[in-house]
């Protein structure tokens, strides 16, 4: 009889709290990393028009566009992705206008954002 109320007690008591993520900090985070991924992206696709041996030339441009038609994202974000990826050419415009030695250590580091970021993207959809 005992054992019976502490069980009843137990199931009165509140439910521990939660610690699966809030869907819609995990929704907002999720379009920042887009948004960062894209401004990656430009500047690739600038460092790669000026040293062309990284493969076609409009590799980092076609996905761009490839994130965008299998993401959907909202159109704001969509915007603020283009926008980002205009920022990180124009970026790259500014600092290089030839490729150098620069240009080319340039590409590795935004490669390597662009590869963390991309990382973290699809994280929760690899099988586990």
């Known amino acids: ?26 929704f907002e985070e999720r379009q920042e990393d887009l948004i960062t991924l894209a401004g990656a992206l430009g500047g690739l696709h600038r460092l790669n028009q ?8 409009s590799i980092f441009r076609d996905r761009m566009k490839e994130i965008i038609d299998g993401e ?5 974000t969509r915007e603020q992705m283009i926008a980002n990826f205009n920022t990180g ?7 290089h ?3 150098s030695a620069q240009a080319e250590a340039d590409f590795r580091s935004e490669a390597l954002a662009a590869y963390s970021v991309s990382e973290k993207l699809s994280a929760p959809l690899l099988v586990r």
């Open 1 to 26: 009889m005992l054992a019976l109320a502490a069980l009843l007690l137990a199931l009165q008591a509140d439910p521990p709290p939660s610690t699966a993520p809030d869907a819609k900090a995990v």
């Open 50 to 57: 000026l040293c062309p041996g990284y493969g076609r030339v």
């Open 72 to 76: 959907k994202p909202p159109r704001d």
């Open 89 to 95: 050419y124009r970026r790259m415009t500014r600092l």
């Open 97 to 99: 206008f030839t490729c």
